[in-house]
């Protein structure tokens, strides 16, 4: 609305005469001219300026006539003809040319247009004013900033502060975060609490729900089906079910002498039918499936026994620190072993030697994480002493992608929930390194350090553009990632898949030369063993030759007890040979055939 304001008087005050008087001028200022500055100023001449002592406050609106407008034109396609010749009429504009052709001032008309004419066209066509620059050049996107910023922090309640050891997101958008609180210092375990949280993350100054088992709790894990129910492995290495709506006790616990000999550090959901199965892993070596309906006794039980897997003996297993489960790919698993193994096993094998039948030497120490791409799922990224490697199911002996080797241990790993190649890794030192293999390969793309205390672990949430990052000291910090680590560009996928195939090919062709010149060494290692046995045994017979010879040669004795001992075997040979001749001869008599002579 446009704001008035309208002076109101008598219609009596309208047309009465001004009433003005005489009165003699006053001076307000008088500013005396200096001649000295009349150089720094030129002259305007004419000039019209006008002067109010005041300033103007008033307003006033004047209606104007309207002026009416009209566009017109015209097609001009050819000019200058008479108006008595009809410009469509072929003979007519023919016999009008040649009129005009034959007139004498025809030539020297056309000779003065014409230089002028010729010189506007070559000046024209020197820059061509509709030229479109840059046209075969493909746009070049904006290289985004990267960046990220500490949204919330989420605080351990208890005044003694315990350590992180799992986080787990809601499947509901990720509104709550679980955080599981343990301990590692089985010393100190004595004395702290034993609870678990559970953060609306909208509030960080309260924790939403606190559970309260009887022993601390390693991990916990969201239903990706339901909201309200958890599953969680606690130190005494039994597993137990929660359900939420039902209050901050667990549902149901499983027995000990069923569950592991270890502390339980990993536990996951899996695709089932019902939703209600699980699976869990230790430092025992062992895993175990289990369903909540019934969770006194596990319904599959696996040990990773990797030199007699048909034994199953607990006493040979291989402590797991890993563990992973992709929904698409049904009943395949992954774990990372204490020795740097990792193995991709499946469910479905037969036996439990083909459960674990590949293997990959992946880390030199033990394996901290172990995360399949959600995009790629044959490529997964395993994290373990001061390096992270990116691998592919089709090179068992070599990773295709690492990272160069950190200053301090990693802690964590994990592939981010939107965009498919940023990982992010964990450090001793408090920081969090965002890599991203398309941007670059040797150096992380973003480096912030989140605190001073060491980092535990990290969970992306599902839309990417957050993460739960935790610390050694009890607090877990919600960090936001700009566009550039969140969302995929137009190219991504194809750029990302043809890095990973080219990876994967040279890796191969790697192998195989390894492989072969493997094979060379080993055959040409029998060759030469071959060739050094025969040249031993060959000095060995030309030893005893020669002091055979020199034994007869010194005693005639032994030469004369040799040829009797030579003699002696010649005659029994000779007898044995009549006496089978014999035997053949009389059975073919009593058969009533004539013998033979």
């Not at 799992?166 to 609490?193: E, I």
């Not at 939403?208 to 916990?220: Q, R, S, V, Y």
């Not at 002493?385 to 990116?390: E, L, Q, S």
């Amino acid at each position: 609305m446009e704001t008035q304001y309208v002076y109101t008087k008598s219609r009596a005050q309208f047309g009465r005469w001004c009433s003005f008087s005489d009165s003699g001028p006053n001076t307000m200022v008088n500013i005396q001219s200096e001649p000295s500055l009349m150089h720094n100023f030129i002259r305007k001449n004419p000039i019209t300026q006008g002067t109010q002592c005041s300033k103007i406050f008033a307003q006033h609106e004047v209606n104007t006539t309207t002026a009416t407008y009209k566009e017109g034109g015209m097609h001009h396609v050819e000019g200058g003809w008479p108006k008595d010749v009809n410009t469509h009429d072929l003979e007519q504009t023919v016999r009008y040319r040649r009129k005009i052709e034959k007139d004498e001032l025809y030539i020297h008309t056309m000779l003065q247009l014409l230089p002028p004419m010729e010189h506007y066209i070559l000046q024209n066509n020197v820059c061509d004013i509709y030229e479109q620059y840059f046209h075969d050049t493909e746009a070049a996107p904006l290289v985004q900033k990267t960046f990220s910023r500490t949204v919330n922090v989420y605080r351990d309640p208890l005044p003694v502060k315990r350590s992180i050891t799992h986080m787990s997101w809601s499947p509901d958008q990720g509104t709550r975060l679980a955080v599981s609180y343990c301990d590692t210092d089985f010393k100190r375990t004595m004395n702290s609490s034993p609870y678990s949280y559970i953060w609306d993350v909208e509030n960080p100054n309260n924790p939403f729900m606190a559970l309260k088992p009887f022993c601390p709790n390693l991990t916990m894990e969201y239903n990706p089906k339901d909201s309200n129910a958890l599953v969680s492995g606690m130190t005494s290495g039994q597993v137990a079910s929660w359900d939420i709506r039902r209050g901050s006790e667990p549902v149901e616990t499983s027995l000990v002498e069923h569950s592991h000999r270890e502390p339980c550090s990993k536990v996951l959901w899996i695709n089932s039918k019902t939703g209600t199965e699980f699976f869990s892993a230790s430092n025992d070596g062992q895993i175990k499936w289990w369903d909540t309906r019934k969770l006194q006794s596990p319904t599959e039980n696996l040990v990773i026994d990797l030199l007699k897997p048909e034994e199953q003996d607990v006493g040979r297993a291989t402590g797991i620190s890993a563990l992973q489960f992709e929904p698409s790919m049904g009943t395949r698993f992954m774990c990372g072993l204490e020795n740097g193994l990792v193995i991709s096993g499946n469910r479905k094998g037969k036996t439990p030697g083909e459960k674990i039948a590949t293997r990959f030497k992946a880390q030199y120490g033990p394996v901290i994480s172990v995360e399949r791409n959600p995009t790629f799922v044959k490529n997964f990224l395993t994290v373990g002493d001061w390096t992270a490697r990116i691998w592919s199911e089709d090179c068992r002996e070599s990773c295709i992608a690492w990272t160069p080797g950190h200053r301090d241990l990693l802690t964590s790993g994990a592939w981010s929930a939107t965009r498919f190649s940023v990982f992010f890794l964990t450090k001793m030192d408090g920081t969090l390194d965002v890599w991203d293999i398309l941007v670059q390969q040797d150096s992380p793309v973003l480096s912030v350090k989140v605190c001073d205390e060491a980092l535990t672990c990290i969970r992306p949430h599902v839309e990417g553009n957050l993460a739960a990052v935790a610390s050694r000291n009890g607090t877990a910090y919600l960090v936001e990632f700009s566009e550039a680590l969140t969302i995929n560009q137009k190219n991504d996928k194809l750029l990302l898949t043809a890095l990973l195939e080219r990876e994967t090919r040279r890796e191969k062709v790697i192998e195989a030369k390894n492989r072969e010149t493997r094979l060379k060494l080993k055959t040409g290692r029998l060759e030469a063993e071959t060739e050094t046995q025969e040249s031993l045994n060959a000095k060995l017979d030309a030893s005893k030759a020669i002091e055979s010879q020199k034994a007869t040669e010194a005693d005639p004795l032994i030469i004369q007890c040799e040829l009797d001992y030579q003699q002696a075997v010649d005659a029994e040979i000779v007898r044995q040979t009549s006496m089978e001749n014999s035997e053949v001869n009389n059975n073919t008599v009593q058969n009533g055939l004539p013998a033979a002579h």
